[in-house]
């Protein structure tokens, strides 16, 4: 685990808060997603369950933010029933999994909300059958990169 912390604090280009352990590999064996603490060290609560670490796949989805995807997604959230349901088990799950904190994926507290992509993607790398992150990780070409970009 200190090897996991000491890879996740250089993905992150800073020491990681609230860290827990390594919950997703990427295929070449570093860190894609870890597990965080309801709270930091200090107290302070951390809303995000499950962070996304991979410098590929933060950047990929970065750029899928940065061309509209929260709106497009929480747009297609609340015209597609699938995916509403989808979005609501999610953020219940995620206040099952952290009863101590209210919120749901990413510490969004407004019903139906979305609010970041990267929060929903580590979701549903961590929890596999979260179909509306599946669909939010189905648009990253390719999902892994070709060689490992380490860390």
Do not use: N
């Amino acid at each position: 685990m200190d090897d996991d912390r000491a890879l996740v604090e250089r993905q992150l280009g800073r020491p990681p808060r609230a860290f827990r352990r390594v919950v997703v590999r990427c295929p070449f064996g570093r860190p894609a997603v870890t597990e965080q603490a309801p709270r930091d060290e200090s107290g302070e609560p951390f809303p995000t369950t499950y962070w996304l670490t991979c410098r590929h796949l933060v950047a990929a989805i970065a750029r899928l933010e940065a061309d509209g995807g929260v709106e497009r997604f929480g747009r297609l959230a609340r015209q597609d029933p699938a995916l509403a349901e989808s979005l609501a088990r999610g953020h219940e799950e995620q206040r099952r999994l952290r009863p101590e904190l209210p919120g749901g994926i990413g510490g969004q507290t407004r019903t139906g909300g979305l609010k970041c992509l990267h929060a929903h993607a580590a979701f549903a790398l961590a929890r596999p059958g979260y179909e509306l992150g599946e669909r939010i990780l189905a648009e990253l070409d390719p999902l892994w990169p070709a060689r490992c970009c380490r860390d």
